[in-house]
């Protein structure tokens, strides 16, 4: 045999040597793609059950706190009505005292309740036509009892150039109600005002305006994620869950929009959800 052909197959040898070889290293690289796969599918339906079991929960704690939240509600009206003689004006602070400290608790009951609902996917859009002057008009109504005595004014801009809005208003509604909340609440003076403009075609503005206290440039990333409430004297001393924000960034999604937020601090607050003038439902 001549010295080529001996070189030739020697390279040959070598060459199906280290084919083995890599195919040896592929298989084992195969196996552990195949393992991580069966992992990363493990540590999801964990997740999912998990998140599950999480919305189980609340949606299970809030419906159990609302009966008996409803029976105080109920008792301290009677109270305060006289229907069982009269009260002292120390007794009738004390009860009105427990009375909004119950509607306060009703209300991070319902915000706990709406996080649980949408996390399983179980809030439902029910849209309809509706005039802004409609809407604005509700929610003048439903704070006139909040601003009738303070010292801060609510205004409702009248909307101009806004056609009628085909949504679920009740969520829109939420999303502005915890958006004047918030700012009565960080407002010690000035006002507090509401507007509807058109922000670019098929689209619309809502904001709320303040002159509150402000939030701080590095907070404001944070402010729609869920629990989050912000380190300042004010806050501490108002109570909340911290979900209210949340809960508007996901229903101005369910909406097809979104929420925007800008602030200065001692100076106010914009808080802003832009939404389509006419509801697609999401085809996913």
Not at 137 to 156: E, K, Y
């Amino acid at each position: 045999m001549s010295t080529g052909t001996e070189e030739l197959r020697s390279l040959l040898e070598r060459q199906q040597a280290e084919l083995s070889f890599l195919q040896a290293e592929l298989d084992e690289t195969n196996k552990g793609v195949v393992a991580l796969y069966a992992e990363l599918d493990e540590n999801a339906l964990r997740l999912r059950e998990a998140a599950d079991l999480k919305s189980r929960f609340l949606s299970y704690m809030s419906h159990e706190f609302r009966t008996p939240l409803a029976s105080i509600t109920s008792i301290t009206g009677i109270l305060l009505a006289g229907m069982d003689g009269p009260l002292t004006e120390e007794q009738q602070k004390q009860i009105s005292f427990v009375q909004s400290s119950v509607r306060d608790l009703t209300e991070m009951v319902d915000d706990l309740l709406d996080l649980a609902k949408v996390e399983a996917g179980r809030i439902s859009i029910s849209p309809e036509w509706f005039e802004m002057v409609d809407l604005f008009s509700a929610l003048r109504g439903i704070f006139r009892p909040i601003v009738a005595t303070g010292v801060v004014s609510l205004v409702f801009e009248e909307p101009r150039d806004v056609p009628r809005v085909y949504t679920d208003d009740k969520k829109l509604s939420q999303i502005l109600r915890n958006f004047i909340s918030n700012a009565l609440k960080f407002t010690t003076q000035g006002e507090v005002r509401v507007t509807a403009k058109l922000d670019r075609p098929g689209m619309v503005e809502f904001a709320v305006i303040d002159t509150g206290i402000g939030i701080a440039a590095e907070h404001l990333p944070a402010l729609f994620s869920d629990f989050v409430q912000i380190d300042t004297r004010i806050q501490k001393r108002l109570r909340g869950t911290g979900l209210g924000l949340s809960l508007a960034k996901k229903f101005a999604e369910l909406l097809g929009g979104n929420v925007a937020v800008t602030s200065e601090l001692g100076k106010g607050s914009k808080f802003s959800v832009f939404i389509p003038l006419r509801y697609t439902p999401n085809e996913k």
